[in-house]
């Protein structure tokens, strides 16, 4: 794996001592019941406000997006270069070392037969091996009539079925609307929407792709799309964590 890729056992097991403390098997009902569940209070505000503070400081990221160039919506976001922030970093670790065991559950309950190692490094091998070596964390940026369409970050072949965002402004001070939203497209049914409610500092783990639902015949597999809607007033910051690299 590329070095500048690895993060410091020291960082992590500080990310690790700020989420033990978490009622993770509640988390994972969550997710297995909905696709998402929030972690609250997840970064203090301050620390919001660094990460924030990164965005107009091109020496962080490897490439910027205005997404009306490619049709995702309107607005504009960065993918952070390696090595990333270390409170970034250390969260992208310590986070997949919980999430790795509902997706494994869950690719064994869809019948796939990828199981995800134990470590994110081990994970960022098997990526890099595949061709995925761009990191894929993220810094957006919203303001007034900017909206996010409803999507995937799937990046290649190879893909967590997990993702992590942060919100890093404070609703109706910082902005008004920008509201987390999740589709999930239902077999021969119409689909279902969950709308997330956050504050700053608040996480929200999802489902990338597709998950598990337990129906009457067994499991099937619903597909899903996550997005936000239109910021009404003010400027809103959200960090994203996606677990695989990019090609």
Request: glycine share 8%; with cysteine; hydrophobic share 40%.
């Amino acid at each position: 794996m590329n070095a500048r890729a690895k993060v410091a056992a020291s960082v992590v097991e500080a990310a690790e001592t700020r989420i033990v403390g978490y009622d993770w098997p509640a988390l994972a009902a969550d997710l297995d019941g909905f696709g998402c569940a929030v972690i609250e209070k997840l970064l203090a505000p301050e620390e919001c406000r660094q990460i924030a503070s990164l965005y107009p400081h091109e020496e962080h990221f490897r490439s910027h997006i205005h997404m009306a160039r490619h049709g995702f919506g309107k607005g504009e976001y960065r993918y952070f270069r390696y090595p990333l922030p270390d409170l970034l970093g250390g969260l992208r670790s310590a986070l997949y070392l919980r999430l790795a065991e509902v997706a494994n559950r869950w690719n064994e309950r869809m019948g796939q037969a990828m199981r995800y190692p134990a470590t994110h490094a081990e994970f960022l091998e098997q990526c890099h091996a595949a061709g995925q070596t761009r990191p894929t964390p993220l810094l957006l940026q919203y303001v007034p009539g900017d909206f996010n369409c409803l999507h995937q970050d799937l990046y290649g072949d190879l893909a967590f079925p997990l993702q992590v965002a942060i919100l890093l402004s404070e609703p109706g001070e910082d902005f008004t609307g920008g509201e987390f939203a999740l589709t999930e497209q239902r077999p021969r049914m119409q689909s279902r929407v969950e709308v997330v409610p956050l504050r700053q500092g608040d996480a929200v783990a999802f489902a990338v792709h597709n998950r598990p639902v337990q129906g009457s015949k067994g499991n099937y597999r619903v597909n899903l799309r996550h997005g936000v809607s239109r910021l009404r007033s003010g400027m809103r910051h959200t960090v994203g964590i996606i677990f695989h690299d990019a090609k």
